[in-house]
């Protein structure tokens, strides 16, 4: 997250070009949207949180509700209407992806 809250402090413009999944994500939630693009390759990919407990991997709800909470109101809806944050991985790509940033020029 430092890296992101760093990224933003900094005004330079953020690129999505390719998988951008997990922590990446942070990015809708930290990086002004005027200030993020995508490409044709671009994709977000969602899931919920996980923990590691004794070499399990377990889903935390607490840090899902914090992740989801952190998403802005677009994405969260977009989130809502593909099944919510859970094990597995939904993604946001092509024209879908492009109504929630412009294309990088």
């Known amino acids: 997250m430092i890296m992101f809250t760093e990224l933003r402090d900094s005004g330079q413009r953020v690129m999505i070009d390719g998988s951008c999944f997990s922590a990446c994500t942070l990015v809708t939630a930290l990086i002004p949207k005027e200030r993020v693009c995508v490409t044709e390759r671009a994709m977000l990919g969602f899931h919920a949180s996980w923990v590691d407990e004794s070499g399990k991997r377990a889903i935390s709800k607490d840090a899902t509700r914090l992740l989801y ?26 024209r879908e992806l492009m109504a929630f940033y412009p294309l990088c020029k």
């Open 69 to 94: 909470q952190m998403y802005p109101p677009k994405i969260q809806r977009w989130i809502n209407r593909n099944g919510g944050l859970g094990p597995n991985t939904l993604v946001l790509k092509g």
